[in-house]
């Protein structure tokens, strides 16, 4: 085995019509801030008053009831963005679904061989391998896409489908099982069944699991390739950040882009709300404790319905610049920041 047997694999709801994975950094991209103080605050607001009850944690896992909880709290969010140069594959199998993210309700999944894209790898992990920029699919990729997610595409969209240079099937049933179907009947690849848990090194235990991940190693040593979680890549959490130097601006452009977002609706929502007293402290103290008690009683006051409707025009006039091709790209957002003197009046 050596690094020809290896693929690359990623679970995407994005056709790749022109044959390009393209990283978010570098096309319009608006996103719910889920996670964040914004979401926190909103969410206790919307428990307050009964809107959406209280946590059970007994239904952790879930999956029909943190759906609703999120569509319901997702609905009175304003859309942000964020930046990723990279574009994010695992090896030889699909990620398992954890609380954070679902791969196996995606509608395709797009396999493709490591050598091809080696040069560009910039961390090499079983669940994490980043590559950095634009990924171009080679003659030897293979795109999978479900059955009733093909059938509701326009004829035109089919009808790109087959100008691709590589391999499209169109697939039944679930996506894990097509996987591993596409790499055990390749002539070149094999399946394994990826592990979250660190101890596990990336794969359930099987017949080729420790000769895959002694491949991995060698192949990460002879490129000089660092093993890198993408958390710790994005967090500079790690040993190797010294070699990772395309990559070592993530987080603080990440940062430029959420927040660049936040104050626009920040400013937006103080100056609709009647609240243009409160703008002084946007952006420098956007994220203090006292800011989140001022906008929680001045939403509160103005009343969580008008609130969503102002949320409901902000993110209908992002939508429309987005479909108008107007909305600036992550990418934009951080060289216009960075050119105006690290001011977010962009």
Not at 104 to 109: P, T
Not at 150 to 159: A, G, H, I, P
């Amino acid at each position: 085995m050596n690094i020809d047997n290896i693929a690359i694999v990623r679970a995407t709801n994005i056709i790749p019509f022109d044959g390009v994975i393209n990283p978010i950094s570098e096309v319009p991209y608006l996103v719910k801030p889920n996670g964040m103080q914004i979401s926190f605050m909103i969410s206790d607001l919307l428990t307050e008053q009964g809107i959406l009850e209280s946590y059970d944690f007994t239904k952790i896992n879930d999956e029909e009831y943190q759906t609703k909880r999120k569509e319901i709290l997702d609905s009175y969010l304003p859309y942000i963005s964020s930046y990723n140069s990279v574009v994010l594959f695992s090896l030889n199998g699909l990620v398992p679904d954890d609380m954070n993210n679902t791969f196996s309700n995606k509608n395709c999944v797009i396999v493709d061989g490591l050598k091809e894209h080696i040069s560009d790898v910039v961390s090499l992990m079983p669940t994490d391998t980043a590559i950095k920029g634009k990924v171009i699919i080679s003659s030897s990729g293979v795109l999978l896409i479900k059955k009733d997610f093909y059938n509701s595409l326009s004829d035109f969209d089919k009808s790109r489908l087959c100008n691709l240079n590589f391999t499209v099937k169109i697939v039944n049933g679930s996506l894990e099982e097509a996987v591993k179907e596409t790499l055990t009947n390749s002539d070149r690849f094999h399946y394994e069944k990826l592990s979250l848990t660190r101890s596990a090194g990336g794969f359930f235990p099987s017949e080729t699991s420790e000769d895959t991940k002694r491949v991995i190693n060698e192949i990460a040593i002879s490129y000089d390739i660092p093993q890198v979680l993408y958390y710790d890549l994005l967090t500079k959490n790690n040993d190797d950040m010294g070699r990772l130097s395309s990559v070592a601006s993530e987080y603080d452009n990440s940062l430029i882009v959420t927040n660049y977002y936040l104050v626009n609706f920040y400013n937006y929502l103080l100056s609709n709300m009647g609240c243009s007293a409160l703008k002084s402290f946007v952006p420098d103290y956007m994220d203090s404790i006292e800011f989140i008690k001022f906008l929680t009683v001045a939403i509160r006051n103005y009343g969580l319905e008008n609130y969503k409707k102002l949320v409901d025009s902000y993110n209908e006039q992002l939508e429309k610049e987005k479909e108008m091709g107007l909305l600036l790209t992550p990418e934009q957002i951080v060289n216009t920041y960075k050119d105006k003197g690290n001011s977010f009046n962009i």
